[in-house]
């Protein structure tokens, strides 16, 4: 590793892009975000979850996209001019995943983030919850963007996108 890919991480660590869904912040890992593109036209792809919207076509790429609302079982909401398409690396996969609104990115000192609550029959869900971060008088929920799709999934939507 050289000292300017060592200088790259530190740069990246402990920041958080800020997205928005309904009343909540998300955070993730900048250090796994590619682009933020607004919202184009999604192809429909058959027999994929509901909360796949299908897949678009970034720069030769075919990328499948993932409705976050849905992801959570959240209400369907309409895209506006402000909803953005985030995409991610996830183990060598770019997914594109639809927020109402990116923010910004802040710095999150790991001293400010505690670990994710653990409720009964929530399994699920904290798997992919990494932590609770604190930013002024609010919380943020950093998101495990690796495990927000399951391996299986991530099996899906590679075929998808071929």
């Not at 933020?36 to 429909?44: C, D, H, P, S």
């Amino acid at each position: 590793m050289s000292d300017e890919d060592i200088y790259e991480e530190d740069i990246q660590d402990n920041k958080y892009l800020m997205c928005k869904l309904g009343a909540e912040t998300f955070g993730i890992d900048i250090s796994h975000v590619t682009d933020i593109i607004e919202v184009q036209k999604i192809t429909a792809v058959p027999d994929l979850p509901e909360y796949v919207q299908g897949v678009i076509n970034l720069r030769g790429r075919v990328i499948p996209i993932i409705d976050l609302r849905l992801r959570f079982a959240m209400d369907k909401r309409d895209y506006d001019d402000r909803t953005v398409i985030t995409v991610v690396d996830i183990r060598g996969i770019s997914i594109g995943f639809l927020v109402e609104t990116a923010t910004e990115v802040l710095d999150i000192p790991e001293k400010d983030i505690d670990p994710p609550p653990r409720f009964a029959g929530n399994g699920e869900r904290e798997n992919y919850i990494s932590g609770l971060g604190k930013t002024g008088e609010e919380v943020t929920i950093i998101l495990d963007m690796a495990k927000l799709v399951s391996g299986e999934e991530l099996d899906i939507l590679t075929r998808a996108a071929v």
